[in-house]
């Protein structure tokens, strides 16, 4: 019943942008925290960015200033806009809801080349 379904992923050159979107149904989405993990090849799923419920974000180190959750409740829909993309950016990026459970998206390929 509980679904995630990403979109906006891609090809995308160095330096470019992209705008991830997640949608989610099957759940009082305002209640939930969301979040964006990304997983490459041979390496381990790492948190990308996070909100919560209430509009606070949090971002890994590696993103932060380049980029930027956001969600709409009234469209059910987190965001994560993606800017000044790097080669270490490509990954299979994946939408997370946690309340009392957790919940994962299919996840969305992005590929960054020059």
């Known amino acids: 019943q509980l679904q995630l379904v990403e979109s906006g992923g891609g090809l995308v050159q160095a330096g470019g942008s992209l705008r991830l979107s997640c949608a989610a149904s099957?759940?009082?989405?305002?209640?939930?925290?969301m979040g964006w993990y990304r997983q490459a090849p041979g390496k381990q799923r790492e948190l990308v960015a996070r909100?919560?419920?209430?509009?606070?974000?949090t971002y890994a180190d590696s993103v932060k200033g380049r980029f930027t959750i956001s969600r709409d409740n009234a469209k059910n829909t987190v965001y994560l806009q993606m800017n000044s993309l790097k080669h270490e950016d490509t990954a299979v990026y994946y939408c997370?809801?946690?309340?009392?459970?957790?919940?994962w998206g299919e996840g969305s390929q992005v590929t960054v080349s020059s």
């Open positions: 997370n809801a946690v309340k009392n459970t957790n919940c």
């Open positions: 099957g759940m009082i989405f305002s209640i939930y925290n």
């Open positions: 909100i919560t419920n209430g509009g606070s974000t």
